[in-house]
């Protein structure tokens, strides 16, 4: 009896801990940490660790997105990702082995234990490519990002660099260098200043918004892959 009231305080401690850190493992090592449909059509499924019923809810979140979009293909993140379920990742592979739809695996040095594992075997079962940088998952489509700059993207992939920031990869979709974003307005008001003006010239269109575009270097390469084999394939239909 004396022993048991003695726990008290030692368990009422434990429990106040636990009450003031309530996001610990589970919030950053979910084995599903995030899916989205990115460009409209393209399946983004992010795994924070390879463990139980991975590939239950892998195929809960790809059918949740299918319902309302038409998805082309797969962007599988295992960058930052870990895990010791080996027989799980080895059942998240055949999963995807077992559909048709294009794959793009992302790995990172930080992508360790069965979440290379779950790579390798996407490797071995030609279910997709693999692209980042790994010492032990070797990518199919080598892309190099400092580290403090992927962890960035890694929170918003459609962030834009700090004004001076420069990334190590050039390999990325962001043309914005050699496009000019001049509007069309700002055109006619240079063409008033310089006295060019035509009467019935129409009014100037407003400057539509610019699309949003991906600026992690390792996401944009995977998704336009997949979008460059969803017209590939749509063009044999």
């Given amino acids: 009896?004396?022993?048991?009231?003695?726990?008290?305080?030692?368990?009422?401690?434990?429990?106040?801990?636990?009450?003031q850190n309530p996001l610990r493992a589970d919030a950053t090592n979910s084995a599903l940490a995030k899916s989205a449909v990115l460009e409209n059509d393209v399946a983004y499924l992010r795994v924070g660790e390879a463990g139980k019923n991975l590939a239950d809810k892998i195929q809960s979140a790809q059918q949740a997105l299918a319902a309302t979009n038409k998805i082309a293909g797969i962007v599988l993140d295992l960058r930052f990702a870990d895990g010791d379920d080996l027989e799980a990742a080895q059942t998240a592979a055949n999963l995807f082995a077992s559909k048709k739809l294009p794959l793009a695996i992302l790995v990172n040095d930080k992508t360790r234990g069965a979440a290379v594992e779950l790579a390798k075997d996407l490797r071995a079962a030609k279910a997709g490519l693999i692209f980042g940088?790994?010492?032990?998952?070797?990518?199919?489509?080598?892309?190099?990002?400092?580290?403090?700059?992927?962890?960035?993207?890694?929170?918003?992939?459609?962030?834009?660099?700090?004004?001076?920031?420069?990334?190590?990869?050039?390999?990325?979709?962001?043309?914005?260098?050699?496009?000019?974003?001049?509007?069309?307005?700002?055109?006619?008001?240079?063409?008033?200043?310089?006295?060019?003006?035509?009467?019935?010239?129409?009014?100037?269109?407003?400057?539509?918004?610019?699309?949003?575009?991906?600026?992690?270097?390792?996401l944009a390469r995977a998704v336009d892959l997949i979008k460059g084999l969803a017209v590939v394939r749509q063009s044999r239909l």
């Fill in 133 to 218: 940088s790994s010492t032990e998952a070797r990518p199919d489509i080598a892309v190099a990002v400092k580290m403090e700059d992927e962890k960035k993207f890694f929170e918003n992939p459609y962030a834009a660099p700090s004004q001076g920031e420069t990334n190590s990869s050039t390999d990325t979709n962001d043309l914005s260098q050699f496009i000019d974003h001049t509007s069309e307005a700002d055109l006619v008001r240079a063409k008033i200043k310089d006295g060019d003006e035509d009467e019935n010239s129409p009014p100037p269109h407003p400057a539509e918004p610019q699309k949003p575009f991906i600026h992690d270097p390792v």
């Fill in 1 to 19: 009896m004396t022993r048991r009231f003695l726990n008290l305080p030692v368990l009422a401690l434990a429990f106040l801990l636990a009450a």
